[in-house]
């Protein structure tokens, strides 16, 4: 990848859009994960208002230590940034006091909650980008967003636009590298930090990125039949996600009238 020339390529892009929507620029979450990091340093080489926003809710302290870190880091290197925490935690508290919910009775309980959290955050974000006229940027790669649909609908994958969508993990790190990203952040374990007890991203998926990134690169040609062990684990498990995740990867099914109906 021409590491230099995809990052003014995004630049440009990002500016662009924004400019055109008339919009003042970007506002973007801060998990201190690689993905928001990436994205944040970009909107921010725009030189259009750049807002960051550390949203904990129940969060780890590591992730709080290292969102704090590189939003310091980013408000200090661009005048264009500013930088915000709104603890979710109270309000996330309450939504779940306010929904009370037999735990015996639905396996899927803590599912729903963690991606309950993410949509707090995304209608905090969306609240602030409407006041401060700014997009609500997107920090979803290619593997998350068209490969596993690891995101939650509406919550992180209810954005504006999507600045890294099509560029696979391991290119996100050749940014972040490029990018001056903290080490920090370079060197964390991907998680989503949508749960109480550390679930990491592989742990979840049961996969590495670079194995998703291989399965999916081969995906189309191929079935699991061509492939033994570890390969063919890795890519049943990518086919499984895949089709799973269709329906947020594809835009959402309209049903249509026929013509001699609407008369
Ligand atoms: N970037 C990240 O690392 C990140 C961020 C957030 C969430 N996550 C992970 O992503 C996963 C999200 O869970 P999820 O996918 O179950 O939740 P989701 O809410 O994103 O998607 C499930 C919902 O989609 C709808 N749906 C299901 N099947 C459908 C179909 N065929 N057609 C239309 N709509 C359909 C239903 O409303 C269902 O509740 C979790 O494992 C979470 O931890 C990862
Ligand atoms: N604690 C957080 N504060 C602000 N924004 C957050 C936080 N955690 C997650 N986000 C946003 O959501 C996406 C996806 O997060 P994952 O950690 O990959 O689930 C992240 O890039 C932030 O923009
Ligand atoms: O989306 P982020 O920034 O939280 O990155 P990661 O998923 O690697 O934690």
Redesign the pocket.
């Known amino acids: 990848m021409q590491t230099q020339a995809v990052i003014e390529h995004i630049v440009h892009w990002l500016k662009d859009y924004a400019t055109k929507a008339h919009a003042k620029g970007f506002v ?4 201190g ?1 690689i ?2 990091a990436v994205v944040s340093i970009l909107a921010a080489k725009t030189g259009l208002n750049t807002m960051l ?5 129940r ?1 780890h302290p590591d ?1 709080v230590n290292r ?1 704090q870190t590189h939003m310091q880091q980013l408000a200090e290197r661009f005048d264009n940034v500013s930088n915000l925490r709104v603890d979710l935690t109270p309000t996330f508290n309450q939504f779940v006091n306010d929904n009370p919910v037999d735990a015996t009775e639905f396996a899927n309980l803590d599912l729903a909650l963690a991606n309950a959290r ?1 949509r707090l ?1 995304m209608v905090t974000l969306y609240y602030y980008g409407q006041l401060h006229g700014l997009l609500v940027t997107g ?1 979803g790669n290619k593997i998350e967003d068209f490969g596993v649909g690891f ?1 939650t609908k509406y919550g ?1 994958g209810g954005v504006d636009l999507s600045p890294i969508a099509d560029l696979t993990k391991t290119q996100v790190y050749q940014l972040a590298k490029a990018l001056g990203v903290d080490d920090s952040i370079q060197t964390a374990v991907p ?4 749960w109480d007890e550390e679930r990491t991203d592989e742990s979840q998926m049961g996969a590495t990125y670079p194995e998703l990134e291989w399965a999916m690169s081969v995906h189309a040609d191929h079935n699991a039949a061509d492939f033994t062990g570890r390969q063919q684990e890795v890519f049943q498990i990518y086919d499984r996600l895949h089709r799973a995740m269709q329906h947020k990867i594809n835009p959402i099914p309209v049903c249509v009238i026929p013509e001699n109906l609407h008369q």
């Not at 973007?28 to 998990?31: H, K, N, Q, T, V």
């Not at 926003?53 to 809710?57: N, V």
């Not at 998680?191 to 949508?194: A, C, F, Y």
Request: proline share 4%; net charge negative; aromatic share 4%.
């Open positions: 973007i979450g801060i998990s994960g993905d928001s926003i550390e949203l904990p809710i969060q992730q969102a993410s955050r920090t995101f992180d998680t989503d930090g949508l």
